[in-house]
């Protein structure tokens, strides 16, 4: 039985970490291209469509806890290898913990207020799509503040403030994205 559950943590954890970095790869592959035929990437700080923050939504909404470090790992080292090889190591680090930990604290902070959406929480049958989307924004913002701080933003307040709304914007549109996807493919194979 032990083995069972363990290989379930691993494969739940390989799920997540190669969910988040599919996600991240369909962004800067796909999303950011698209998005550049149309806006200027002078204007655009962040994509509109930026779906891992989803995959931090559904993996913390689903595993709880036991999505963070996957979720920090896949940042981490797709920061790494892919997206931002020029940043140092410390700076990569902290901006994957705000990454990993933001949907998770922002659970949390629901939990506290007596708000427990956790597909075995007490408040389970309040938690549908609006409840999720409301949660992802939230910690969109954490998000963003977080980063901006790792990465020493100094940038004036104007410029600070319109790339937390780009980022909210992606954030939110990604996590819309990704539960739609969980919702077609929910009805397509009639999971119990």
């Known amino acids: 039985m032990r083995s069972a559950i363990e290989f379930t943590r691993v494969s739940e954890f390989a799920v997540i970490f190669a969910a988040f970095v599919t996600a991240f790869a369909l962004v ?17 700080a962040g994509s509109l469509l930026f779906i891992p923050h989803g995959i931090r939504v559904l ?6 806890v036991r999505a963070i470090l996957p979720l920090i790992l896949a940042e981490f080292l797709g920061g790494i290898f892919l997206w931002q090889p020029d940043v140092g190591l410390d700076v990569l680090l902290g901006s994957s913990m705000v990454g990993g930990l933001c949907v998770y604290l ?7 207020a007596g708000i427990e959406l956790h597909p ?28 901006q701080i790792f990465f020493e933003s100094l ?25 739609l ?5 929910r009805r397509r194979f009639r999971f119990r």
């Open 28 to 44: 800067d592959f796909v999303v950011a291209p698209v998005q550049h035929q149309f806006l200027s990437s002078s204007t655009m």
């Open 59 to 64: 993996a913390v909404w689903l595993c709880g």
């Open 106 to 112: 922002t659970f949390e902070l629901f939990r506290l």
């Open 120 to 147: 075995d929480g007490k408040d389970s049958a309040l938690t549908n799509w609006k409840s999720l989307i409301l949660l992802a924004s939230i910690a969109s913002i954490f998000n963003s503040i977080g980063k």
């Open 155 to 179: 940038a004036p307040l104007t410029d600070e403030l319109l790339i937390l709304a780009m980022f909210w914007v992606g954030d939110t549109a990604g996590t819309f994205a990704c539960l």
């Open 181 to 185: 996807l969980l919702i077609g493919i």
